[in-house]
């Protein structure tokens, strides 16, 4: 991304051509980049009255008008402005008549842009095109589709199933022999179907928050007025504002600006170029947003998934030799009771039959095993949480984020407009030592009040509309600059445009967060008088001060016992939460500024006070709620703020975070007190402090920076241009929606769209929720891993023949892996969340209480389902070919209850608030039903025989008994040493690294 700018005035009409960038907006440094401005290449053919583009290279963007508009006759049809600016020909752009003259030929006026109705919109619309870029395609479902088919295990599966189809039809013919081969067919393309549906659907989820991303607003002047609207609104001939932060919207050319420096400034362009016929355009209609962003949690269950499948792997290869052998040495036996093997004998169709089987078989063993729906979990819940934090408010950019934010521990957090609504109003206001009554500007005298129009007016970022036809007043600008806007005009009666037509400005310094001011120099039309005017935080400008005006605008030397008086009223106000500005002037001699004077410093020093104003921005609503939660769950919160030490501290004790009890030694410090604190100190001080007033984005950086080297997950909220570096170092950056530049929002993790910060508590709150599902998912998945493998292994070493066919362990995998995946994962936050401690950073994701749930029910299945195995026809009275079915049957019900233990780690009851996720009991009845189908009406496909009342009754029994082991062992205390460090093996357990958030459990 690429912001604003640096630029010598001198030079400021030089076009220069905007260089492409990966990020959505052009590179802007040195001027404001006047490139690829529109162009028309015509060559006019009397015969058919056509104009057709002259040859030009092939990287020349240019705007294929096939007739000149109507609307914009004055733009010479053989001239290329995209040449002109591409070899930077200033002759070419004097010949044009400059900036004024190509602003005079879109019909647009440099101080009231363009008409801006409808019709004018169409026009230039239809004349130049759009800001908008024709995007590459979205990934079809067909894509992924055949990115599932890649996956080795699937191929494995489709050839086997291809050969046993093939020899079952010879053997059987086409009606009988196709049960087994299809059945794995059909099994694996549901799998197939299941996943690439999920990843499609997820897809176009992320398609559609990039689309919000991206949609930005600009702010133009149209018929005078300035106002927001969408980038993609933004047409050939507007006139653009810019300001610290934004990003270029479109190309075009300098019209004004002041103080162009990288950190401070604001200017005015007029857009020439827009959409495909700017580099931009060319080249985000080639470049594909890919969503395939992989967080640190993901990676890490990736080779933990890899790990479990290797597992895998070695077990399904165990089973097959000994399937083999026992094979090969005669002692397995078909249906009828007969060797299957009986050497030379046998036919080589059926021998290479059975060895299809038993491959097929220890493939899907490894289908099983590997875990691959805990990507797909993480996938999902990411791609859930992210929709919901949505509404809630919040627009994740980074999915790294909402896992990350389940761990914060520390929220270092500004106060202006995210602990208050950010919405001022100047409430008070002192004349000298006396407080002003509103509506009292009849007892000004005349001199001041000129000059407080002067310095309000001129030294501002702000604007003023009235429309002609109504009497009602217009504020842009930020809030503090609105509000005191609002105050000049309608408490001083100041008019703005007569201000402007009066008077000159030779100079701006424009405010930034270190110096906490703006000046502005200026001269008097009428009399050539110049004047300097600050206006900023008032001890700041008090202390610029040596003299003061009262009331009736006498001056007055400012000694020690006045500015102690000064001192004073500024503690009163800033006690009563209210942000202190001061306006101070000074009357300079012409000859000093003549020469240079546009890089001239504004003088600073011995100025003359004008006055005080106290703004009030109350705190919002729910703010101390959202911070007591915060607190609650064991979530330290610290304002950062730049007002001085007496506002920060009455604004932190009405949001909750001083307590009125609270002692405030070390509490509250002063952002130059911490900057100045030894390394030592600050790294022993930075956990007690809560409040840091007067801080700059430098001590906010220092702040993270020690949190972080303390053990601390730090998440940190901004919105400045100068918040960029703290945002990229905390572990979660969390930017402004509302008052937030485009720097901080590049730099950010999470954008908070409503500026709240109760919506960072939710925040909060959902990757809590992001990571607990996870977990449970975790739990669920290996306690399945676990059971079949064990029980295929010791059912393959004993019995020579593995309990599940391929089609039922396929089918166990999908309500395993895709099924549990949604039912676990979109589970919603719950009050129990934050209750907890936040997740330290190297405890792992794999706790002793999921160790101890998993361990429990996998052993019960096992010891169950071996039984059956061994004992089953003889419990139950029935044939090996139901017993097999009970098994199956009782394997599957048993995951379907465990999913409800699943659903709470610690807590005994597992059905609180259920009903309030429709989908997981949707999942689970879908799932019971196609099990049902399954054993009942699927025999062939399924390889099943139809159970009896009294069979499923047990089926479903032995399964239930899952729901009081969950409950009992609950009971049972667990040591608060990760199970696995009493284990000597050291890449057994992840390690925390600086570079990643969550600390994940790893096996080798």
């Known amino acids: 991304m690429s912001i604003i700018f640096h630029a010598n005035l001198q030079h400021c009409m030089e076009p220069v051509l905007s260089k492409p960038n990966k990020k959505r907006w052009h590179m802007a440094i ?122 080795l295990t699937i191929l494995i599966l489709l050839a086997c199933a291809a050969l046993s189809l093939g020899f079952g039809i010879k053997e059987n013919g086409p009606k009988e022999g196709w049960y087994d081969g299809g059945s794995i067919f059909v099994a694996v393309f549901l799998v197939i179907a299941v996943s690439a549906g999920s990843n499609f659907r997820q897809n176009r989820q992320f398609d559609k928050l990039s689309k919000v ?82 967080t640190p949690l993901q990676a890490r269950l990736n080779k933990l998934t890899s790990s479990i499948g290797k597992v895998g792997l070695a077990v399904a290869f165990l089973v097959l030799l000994v399937l083999l052998v026992r094979y090969f040495t005669g002692n397995t036996k078909d249906e009828n009771g007969n060797t299957e093997f009986n050497g030379g004998k046998t036919k080589v169709d059926d021998v290479i039959n059975a060895v299809v089987g038993i491959i097929a078989a220890a493939v899907t063993i490894v289908v099983v095993a590997i875990p691959e729906g805990l990507p797909l979990a993480v996938t999902l819940t990411l791609a859930y949480s992210m929709k919901r934090m949505m509404a809630d408010h919040a627009m994740v950019r980074k999915l790294s984020a909402c896992e990350t934010m389940g761990s914060a521990t520390t929220i270092c957090t500004d106060k202006t407009g995210t602990l208050t609504v950010n919405q001022m109003k100047v409430t008070k206001f002192w004349l000298g030592q006396e407080f002003m009554e509103e509506r009292s500007n009849t007892s000004i005298a005349a001199n001041i009040l000129e000059l407080l129009h002067q310095g309000v007016g001129l030294n501002t970022t702000g604007s003023v509309y009235k429309s002609t036809s109504g009497t009602q007043f217009e504020f842009c600008g930020s809030p503090t600059e609105k509000a005191i806007l609002s105050w000049a005009v309608l408490e001083l009666n100041m008019n703005m445009e007569e201000l402007k037509q009066s008077c000159t400005i030779l100079h701006v310094e424009a405010f930034n967060s270190e110096k906490k001011r703006s000046g502005v120099l200026m001269r008097k039309k009428a009399d050539n008088t110049i004047n300097v005017h600050w206006k900023g935080a008032a001890e700041m400008i008090l202390a610029m001060c040596s003299h003061f005006y009262d009331p009736s605008g006498n001056m007055k030397h400012l000694d020690d016992g006045e500015r102690m008086k000064f001192d004073q009223i500024i503690q009163g106000m800033a006690a009563s939460s209210l942000r202190c500005i001061a306006f101070a002037h000074k009357n300079v001699q012409e000859e000093v500024h003549e020469d240079g004077h546009s890089h001239q410093k504004i003088k600073d020093h011995d100025l003359t006070l004008l006055g005080l104003v106290g703004l009030k921005d109350p705190c919002r609503t729910g703010v101390k709620k959202a911070v007591e939660d915060c607190q609650y769950a064991q979530v330290n919160i610290k304002m950062i703020t730049g007002d001085n030490v007496f506002t920060a501290r009455a604004i932190a004790t009405e949001c909750g975070i001083l307590k009125p009890d609270q002692d405030l030694n070390g509490a509250v410090v002063e952002g130059v007190e911490f900057r100045n604190y030894t390394p030592e100190e600050r790294m022993e001080k930075v956990d007690k402090i809560c409040v840091m007033a007067r801080s700059s984005p430098f001590d906010k950086l220092l702040m993270v920076q020690c949190l972080k080297q303390k053990g601390h997950v730090v998440a940190v909220t901004g919105d400045g241009t100068n918040d960029a570096p703290a945002l990229k170092e905390a572990d979660i950056g969390l930017s402004m929606g509302i008052q937030g530049t485009e720097v901080a929002k590049e730099s950010s993790d999470i954008v908070i769209l409503d500026d709240n910060f109760a919506s960072v508590a939710t925040v909060l709150r959902w990757g809590r929720c992001v990571y607990n599902n996870i977990q449970k ?86 010891a169950v389902l071996l039984t059956l195995q061994f004992r089953g026809e003889s ?115 992840y390690k925390y690294k600086s570079s990643v958030t969550y600390r994940v459990f790893d096996l080798p």
């Not at 209750?835 to 101890?852: A, D, H, Q, S, Y």
Request: proline letters at 3%; a neutral charge.
């Open 213 to 294: 991303s991206n949609n930005i607003q600009v702010e133009v002047v149209r018929s005078g007025r300035r106002q927001q609207i969408s980038i993609f609104d933004i047409v050939v001939g507007d006139v653009i504002c810019l300001k610290i932060g934004d990003q270029i919207p479109a190309d075009g050319l300098f019209l004004d600006g002041h103080s162009l420096q990288v950190a401070d400034g604001y200017a005015r362009m007029l857009v020439t170029s827009v959409g495909m016929n700017t580099t931009w355009g060319e080249m985000m209609s080639t470049i594909s947003c890919d969503s395939n962003e992989q």
């Open 777 to 862: 998912f975790i739990q669920f998945q290996l306690t399945v891993n676990v059971a079949a493998l064990v029980i295929n292994f010791v059912a393959a070493v004993s019995a020579g023949e593995v309990p599940l066919t391929a089609v039922q362990l396929l089918w166990v995998n999908l309500i395993m892996d895709t099924l549990g995946a949604l039912a676990l994962a979109t589970e919603q936050p719950t009050k129990e969340l934050m209750e907890k401690p936040p997740v330290g950073r190297t405890e792992p994701l794999i706790t002793n209480i999921m160790w101890r749930n998993l361990l429990a029910q996998a052993f019960y299945q096992i």
């Open 875 to 989: 419990i139950f009275n029935v044939t090996q070919k139901v017993n097999d079915t009970l098994i199956f049957n009782t394997f599957v019900l048993c995951q379907v209850f465990n999913e409800f233990n699943a659903r709470k780690l610690e807590k005994k009851n597992v059905f609180e608030g259920i009903h309030k996720n429709k989908l997981f009991l949707g999942i689970v009845g879908i799932t019971i039903v196609l099990q049902v189908v399954m054993v009942e009406f699927l025999k062939r496909f399924a390889d099943t025989e139809r159970l009896n009342w009294g069979q499923w009754g047990a089926c479903i029994g032995i399964a239930s008994i899952s729901w009081p082991i969950g409950w009992l062992i609950k009971y049972m205390p667990v040591p608060e040493k990760p199970l696995l460090s009493y284990l000597k093996w050291q890449n057994l357990m």
């Open 30 to 151: 040195a001027t404001i980049y006047c490139s690829r401005a529109f162009s028309s290449h015509f060559k006019y053919t009397a015969a058919k009255n056509k104009s057709k583009v002259s040859p030009i290279p092939s990287h020349i963007a240019i705007i294929d008008v096939v007739e000149t508009h109507l609307c914009f006759s004055k733009i010479d049809q053989y001239s290329s402005l995209a040449q002109l600016v591409k070899e930077k020909n200033l002759d070419q752009l004097a010949q044009s008549g400059g900036a004024e003259g190509l602003t005079s030929a879109l019909n647009t006026d440099v101080e009231h842009g363009i008409l801006g109705d409808a019709e004018d919109i169409s026009h230039r619309q239809e004349a130049f095109g759009t800001n908008t870029y024709r995007k590459p395609p979205t990934k079809s479902l067909f894509h992924f589709v055949w990115e599932a088919f890649k996956d």
